[in-house]
């Protein structure tokens, strides 16, 4: 049986008028690497920020470790390395003293590693936090979240604004420490085409809800995409139940297709159409037409 280390249920969280999360459930087995993907807004760092315990449960529950992360902020974050959206590092240290400093903090701080950790990101021990560029930033933050060796990773956007060599660096650093160590990351991200690279699971977040979360085999299996072509030109395409969303015109349409395979293909030949190829969608296809599909049903609501 899995072990989960992150189990959350029927979370909700309002800010006002707002409702940031609405009724979210989902668990983070041990030994993942989960990918948090939605658009801006849609609700990831208000997740995270849960988990951390900043953020105190509105409804719902929300177990780390099996501990609730608002009543035993040790018990939790001391298994937590966090990188935060906003890599708020205090200005004035250096990097050698912001690693003394956070190395108080967890008795678990491996030297060691922290020093390859540093060579690997080409951090140097006497510059000062205030002088960091974007990217020195986040492999600064990187690295205080990794060194102490923690079970559990939480990285809001790790590479984001990065040029695509540091980005590699991060996503290297998170392959290597999951794979070699069996821990668990959870990190959020707009750059579907990393989290199809690196995530075995995802969850996709859409204005607060839960649009989707599975393994990322089954996000991939589930999806295809369909090229047809009609006998006669169609002004639209038709409605037709697993079809999220669909390019093209005339007698020839793309269309990005959920489940449903037999009942679209029958649907299809009753149509008078063809289907003249089946592929496979990226990561980043998929989600555009679950966002799309979403909208349209929200809006026929
Ligand atoms: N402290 C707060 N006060 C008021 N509204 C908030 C607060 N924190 C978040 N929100 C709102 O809640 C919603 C979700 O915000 P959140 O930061 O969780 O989204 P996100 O998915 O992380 O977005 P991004 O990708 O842009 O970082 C947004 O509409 C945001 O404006």
Redesign the pocket.
Known sequence: MSTHVIEIENLSRR??K?Q??ANVSLSVPEGAVFGLV????????????HILGFLKPQSGTVRVFGLDPVADPPGVLSRIGHLS?SRDLPPWMTVRELFEFTRAFYPKWDPVYAEELRMMFELTMTQKVTTLSRGQLARAGLLLALAHRPPLLVL??PSSGLDPLVRKDILDAIIRTVVDEGRTVLF?S?LLDEVQRVSDRIAV?DQ?QLLLTSTLDEVLVSHYRLTVSFAEPQPCFPVLTGALTWTGSGKEWDVICNGQRQELEAALRELDAEILEQTAPTLEEIFVARMKSAARSSFKD
């Open positions: 800010f006002g707002k940031a999360l939605g658009e801006n807004g849609a609700g990831k760092t208000t997740l995270l920020k959206e809001d956007e959020s707009h977040l607060g």
